[in-house]
Antibody, heavy 120, light 112 residues
């Protein structure tokens, strides 16, 4: 059974970096069919796609324009996981952050979510 | 960006009665590969969204056949033939025809 296990701090200070990790079991981050995504959810923004990483003979990344200058998504094949870094956070970045897999059937698998609060 | 708009915002349904949710997109979701990239999700309280329908009309594995997705182009509908208590939550449509993926604002379904 494929699972995504999220980890990372739930509280980040303004102007600092939000870092989350998503460990994959039952699938491979370097599969030739998967896309590995970060999505966040807040009352003000709803569900918002942030970006993805995927491997097709080499690694590719795509990011939402709204966070493009501040976001990095990386894959770690040795640990079979991928990560999110969001720099220079503000209270508007407070949200539940989800990692999610997109397969040929769509986004079919989600992590449980991590509530990240940006506050001093 | 493709904008996806859902209606209504909320529904209150008697168990055993049908329910219908509409999703409209600002552009056609028909891709050049012939597939229509519209998806339906249900988010139960305290849980991540779970996939119900993929490519507009295909039920995902394990989804009861009382859930039915239809539509094409820019207009889509999710129907529940007979609502059960376990169907409460917020329903979202989402497109993945192009980046960025975008979601509708959600429809909250509750039981009368």
């Amino acid at each position: 059974q494929v699972q995504l296990q999220q980890s990372g701090p739930g509280l980040v200070k303004p102007s600092q970096t939000l870092s989350l990790t998503c460990a994959i079991s039952g699938d491979s981050v370097s599969s030739n069919s998967g896309f590995w995504n970060w999505i966040r959810q807040s009352p003000s923004r709803g569900l918002e796609w942030l970006g993805r990483t995927y491997y097709r003979s080499k690694w590719y990344n795509d990011y939402a324009e709204s966070v493009k200058s501040r976001i990095t998504i990386n894959a770690d094949t040795s640990k079979n996981q991928f990560s999110l870094q969001l720099n220079s956070v503000t209270p508007e970045d407070t949200a539940v952050y989800y990692c999610a897999r997109r397969s040929r059937l769509g986004i079919d698998l989600w992590g449980r979510g991590t509530l990240v609060t940006v506050s001093s | 960006d493709i904008v996806v708009t859902q209606t209504p915002l909320s529904l209150s349904v008697t168990p055993g009665q049908p329910a219908s949710i509409s999703c409209k997109s600002s552009q056609s979701l028909l891709h050049s590969d012939g597939k229509t990239y519209l998806f339906w999700y249900l988010q139960k309280p305290g849980q991540p969204p779970q996939l119900l329908i993929y490519e507009a009309s295909n039920r995902f594995s394990g989804v009861p056949d009382r859930f039915y997705g239809s539509g094409s182009g820019t207009d889509f509908t999710l129907k529940i033939s007979r609502v059960e208590a376990e169907d409460v939550g917020v329903y979202y449509c989402m497109h993945s025809k192009q980046l960025p993926l975008t979601f509708g604002g959600g429809t909250k379904v509750e039981i009368k």
